[in-house]
């Protein structure tokens, strides 16, 4: 299987739809949701997404930076599954992930799945 092939070409690979349990042959919506920015007092942000349930890290990983050349591994990450569905026969849970940025990574942020 090619990791990169887009089978219905909504722009997420089909491995990446694996991860995020979502459909790799009906157009998906952006998976990943940008709940919190960092504020002055908090450097956390926060991401909500939906996740296959039974993959957990390390089997991906969360990367942040400054721009989109130097991307760097942030294991400053607490999860917290948010609810658990089962959507056509696809077991999944609603994860909120809370990531503490360091100022100089704080403009992007991906995960990582390399399956
Ligand atoms: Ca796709």
Redesign the pocket.
Known sequence: MDPKL?????????SI?YLFGTS?TAF?AQPLRLTSLPTAGDATLHLSFSRRAGITRPAYTYQTGGDLLQWNTNENVTEIVLSSQITDGVATETIDAAILVPKADANFVRILWQP
């Open positions: 887009d089978s219905e070409g909504d722009g997420l690979s089909d739809e790799p998906t």
